[in-house]
C-alpha cells in the first residue's frame, strides 16, 4: 500500500487538534471583560513584536543563569531554528503532502526546512537533559518536547524522500510503514496540539497575545507619547465591580496573556521574593491564572516548584470562583508578597503583565473586601485622614528642617525647582538625606522651594495597595496645589514620588521637567556647579538601583556617572541596572510585610557584600531605610546625595546633620 494521503492525514489530525485546543481555550478567553483592541494593527505589528521584542528577551541571559553550558544567545539560537524550521516546513507540509504540489524542488525545500529544525531539536534535546536543565524551567510536557519534535522530524523527511526522487514510494502497509505512521501521528498531535495547549503554546497563544496585547505601548515600535509601560492603568469607579474578584473580571487579551506563558521560569529566577523565600513567584502566580480560567482548576498539574509550605494540588479555580483565599487558587499570603517591582515583567520574553494582574486583585481586594492585610490597612487610613503615609499633621512635614529656614514656594509664588521632599520627610533616615540634598542644592546656587504643609504624600503606596479611590484623591489636590504656583522643575529624591508624578499625575509632565536627584545632582556635578573638594580615588561604592527609578524610568545612568565623577571604583551587584533587585519595600510590602525564609533586604544586601564594596549607595529614601536595617554586618548605607555631599564638602557630613 503507498497510501501517499497518508502524510496528509496525519498533518490534518495534528491540525484538527490545534483548531479543537485554540476553540476551547478562546471561549475562556472570552469569558473576560471586553477590551478595546486595534485589531488591524495589532496583526499588522505582531511579527514585528515577535522578531524583534520578543528575540530580544530571548536572547538576553536569563537572570541566575541559563543552564550548565547556555547563554541567552544559544537559547535564541535554538529558537529560531526550532520554530523557523517548524513554521517553514508546517507551509510547506501543506503544500507539498495536503494540496499534493509534489514538484520536486518544493519537496527538497521542505527536506531542508526539516533538516533545520532537526537541528534546533537536537539543541532543545541537550538543553532538556538533567545535567543541563536550569531549575528555573518546568518539566511535564517540555521535557517531552525534543521526543515530540523528534517524531516529527522523523516521519515527515521520511515520508518526503520518494517526492524529492530520493527513494522509492513508502510500503506503508509493512510492519515499517506502520510503526512510521504511530510515530508521525504522535509527533504531530504533541506539536499541533501543544500549539495550543502544550509546550509550544506560544506559537499560537502568544502570537495572538503580541498582536491584541493590552499594552501595546510596551513595544518598541510604541509612539513616544503612549505613556510609560511601568504607570498602572486607571481605574473604573464607577463600575459595578472593583478589581478583580474571578478570571472573567479580567478584560479577554489578559486572560489570553497569561496563556502565553510558556513556563521558562525566567520571571521566578528575577523575583526577589522568590528569592527570599515568600510564598510568590510570579511564574506559578500566572500558571495559576491559567488553571483557574477553567471549571474545576487545580494546580495539581504543575510542574515548577511550589511555594514554600504549600503542597500543590489543594487549590481550586474556575471561570466565577474567587481568585484569593485559603483554598483558592492564589493564596493571600501570594498577592501581598508582590513588591510591584516589574523584574518580572522586564524578564519575560512572552511580555506577560505580572504586575498588572496583581493591582487588579489586590484592587478587589481592597476596595470591595476591605481585606489589605498587616499594616497595610492601616496605612491607608492614615492615607485618607492624614494625606500622608504616617498619619502626622500636615504641619509637619518640615520639622526636620525648621533650622534650615526653606523658602516656602507659598511665599514666593515661583521658583526654577520645587523640591517634592516625599514621605521621607517624616522618616528620621531619609531626612539626613533631605539634608545632604538641600546642603548640595545651596552649594550649587539652585533657586528652590518646598510645598512645606501644602505637600501631600503622591498616592503611590495607596495606589500599589489597590486603594485607587485614595490614589486619586490625593492626586487630585496635589494637582490643584500645584496649579497655583510657578515652576520649571519638579525635583524629587523618592523615585516612587518621581514615577507616579511624572507617568500617573495626567499632563504634569507638560507643564514642567520632573527629575529625580541623582539625574540632577550628576548634571550638576558635569558642569563644574558642584565640584569636588577631595577625590573619592580608591572608595569602593556598589549601586543599588531603585525598582522605580530603573525599570520603572529606564534611569541607570545618572546615578553611575556621579559616583564615578567623584572618583568612586563602582562595583557591580550581579543584580543591577534593568535588572536590579529590589529591597523589599515596593508594592507596600514593608506594610504587607508577608513572613518568608529570609528578608528581602537581607537578600539584597546579601548581593551587596559580595562585591565586596565598603558602601552601598541607594537613590531612594525607603531603599536606605531597608538596606539599613539589615542586622548581620555588611557594606554602609548612603544616600547618593550623602556620597557627593562628602566629597564636595569635607566638612558636610557634620553640617548637614
Ligand atoms: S513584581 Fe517583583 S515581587 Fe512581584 S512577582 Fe514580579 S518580580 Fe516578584
Ligand atoms: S510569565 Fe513569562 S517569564 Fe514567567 S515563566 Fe511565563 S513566559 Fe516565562
Redesign the pocket.
Known amino acids: 500500500m503507498t497510501a501517499p494521503w497518508i502524510p496528509a492525514l496525519v498533518m490534518l489530525a495534528g491540525l484538527a487538534a490545534t483548531l479543537a485546543g485554540l476553540a476551547w481555550r478562546a471561549r475562556l478567553w472570552l469569558t473576560g471583560r471586553p477590551a478595546r483592541v486595534d485589531f488591524l494593527r495589532g496583526l499588522a505589528r505582531m511579527p514585528r513584536r515577535y522578531l524583534v521584542d520578543v528575540h530580544e528577551a530571548v536572547s538576553r541571559d536569563p537572570v541566575g543563569g541559563a543552564g550548565r553550558g547556555d547563554t541567552g544567545q544559544r537559547i535564541a539560537t535554538m529558537h529560531i531554528l526550532t520554530a523557523g524550521g517548524f513554521t517553514a516546513a508546517s507551509v510547506l507540509i501543506l503544500v507539498v503532502h495536503v494540496f499534493g504540489v509534489a514538484f520536486a524542488p518544493l519537496a527538497a525545500l521542505l527536506l531542508g526546512a526539516l533538516t533545520v529544525m532537526a537541528a534546533g531539536t537536537v539543541l532543545v534535546g541537550r538543553r532538556r537533559r538533567p545535567e543541563h536543565r536550569a531549575p ?1 524551567l ?1 518539566g511535564g510536557g517540555f521535557n517531552r518536547l525534543p521526543l515530540g519534535l523528534a517524531a516529527f522530524v522523523a516521519f515527515f523527511f521520511i515520508a518526503t524522500l520518494p517526492l524529492a526522487g530520493v527513494s522509492g514510494p513508502l510500503a506503508w502497509g509493512s510492519p515499517f510503514g506502520m510503526a512510521l505512521v504511530a510515530v508521525g501521528l504522535y509527533g504531530s498531535l504533541d506539536l499541533y496540539g501543544g500549539l495550543a495547549r502544550g509546550p509550544l503554546k ?1 506559537a499560537a497563544n502568544g502570537a495572538l497575545h503580541l498582536a491584541f496585547h493590552p499594552r501595546p505601548e510596551r513595544f518598541r515600535e510604541a509612539d513616544a507619547d503612549s505613556g510609560s509601560p511601568a504607570a498602572l492603568r486607571p481605574l473604573d469607579l464607577e463600575a459595578e465591580r472593583l478589581g478583580v474578584r474571578e478570571p472573567r473580571d479580567f478584560r479577554w487579551n489578559q486572560l489570553l496573556g497569561f496563556d ?9 529566577a528575577a523575583c526577589p521574593a522568590y528569592e527570599a523565600g515568600l510564598p510568590l513567584s ?2 506559578k502566580l ?2 495559576d491564572l491559567v488553571a483557574a480560567e477553567a471549571r474545576g482548576g487545580t494546580d495539581a498539574a504543575y510542574q515548577g516548584s511550589p511555594y514554600p509550605g504549600r503542597p500543590l494540588g489543594q487549590a481550586r479555580g474556575g471561570p466565577d470562583h474567587p481568585l484569593i483565599g485559603e483554598e483558592a487558587m492564589i493564596h493571600p499570603d501570594t498577592l501581598w508578597a508582590c513588591t510591584t517591582c516589574q523584574a ?1 515583567v522586564h ?4 511580555m ?1 503583565g ?1 504586575v498588572d494582574a496583581v493591582v487588579d486583585l489586590r484592587r478587589y481586594q481592597t476596595l470591595e473586601e476591605g481585606a489589605t492585610p498587616g499594616k497595610g490597612a492601616e496605612v491607608l487610613e492614615e492615607l485618607r485622614a492624614t494625606d500622608n503615609l504616617h498619619g502626622r499633621p500636615r504641619e509637619s512635614r518640615l520639622h526636620w528642617a525648621t533650622d534650615l529656614n526653606l523658602p516656602l514656594l507659598a511665599e514666593r509664588g515661583a521658583c526654577d525647582v520645587l523640591l517634592w521632599t516625599g514621605e521621607g520627610a517624616f522618616e528620621m533616615r531619609s531626612q539626613r538625606t533631605l539634608r545632604a540634598l538641600v546642603r548640595l542644592l545651596r552649594l550649587a546656587g539652585v533657586d528652590f522651594a518646598v510645598l512645606g504643609a501644602e505637600e501631600r504624600d503622591c498616592g503611590h503606596v495607596a495606589r500599589v495597595l489597590g486603594e485607587e479611590a485614595a490614589f486619586r484623591n490625593l492626586k487630585e489636590k496635589n494637582l490643584e496645589t500645584l496649579d497655583q504656583y510657578r515652576f520649571n522643575r519638579i525635583l524629587t529624591p523618592d523615585p516612587h514620588a518621581l514615577h507616579t508624578l511624572a507617568n500617573e499625575y495626567d499632563g504634569l509632565t507638560e507643564r514642567c521637567a520632573i527629575e529625580h536627584h541623582s539625574t540632577f545632582l550628576a548634571r550638576l556635578l558635569a558642569e563644574g556647579r558642584l565640584a569636588p573638594n577631595r577625590r573619592a580615588d580608591g572608595t569602593t561604592v556598589t549601586f543599588h538601583d531603585p525598582c522605580y527609578l530603573a525599570r520603572g524610568n529606564g534611569e541607570t545612568q545618572s546615578p553611575r556617572d556621579l559616583l564615578e565623577g567623584i572618583g568612586v571604583e563602582v562595583r557591580e551587584m550581579e543584580k543591577s541596572g534593568l535588572r536590579t533587585s529590589c529591597c523589599g519595600w515596593g508594592g507596600g510590602a514593608a506594610f504587607t510585610d508577608v513572613p518568608g525564609e529570609r528578608r528581602i533586604p537581607d537578600v539584597r544586601m546579601d548581593h551587596a557584600r559580595a562585591t565586596d564594596a565598603e558602601t552601598v549607595a541607594v537613590a531612594c529614601p525607603n531603599c536606605a531605610v531597608m538596606l539599613e536595617g539589615v542586622v548581620e554586618p555588611g557594606p554602609e548605607v548612603a544616600d547618593i546625595a550623602e556620597v557627593l555631599l562628602e566629597a564636595v564638602e569635607e566638612e558636610s557630613m557634620e553640617a548637614a546633620s
Open positions: 528555573r518546568s506560544h502565553a506563558c510558556v513556563e521558562c521560569g525566567r520571571c521566578e510570579p511564574k500566572i500558571q518580572c524578564e519575560c520574553p512572552m506577560i505580572h
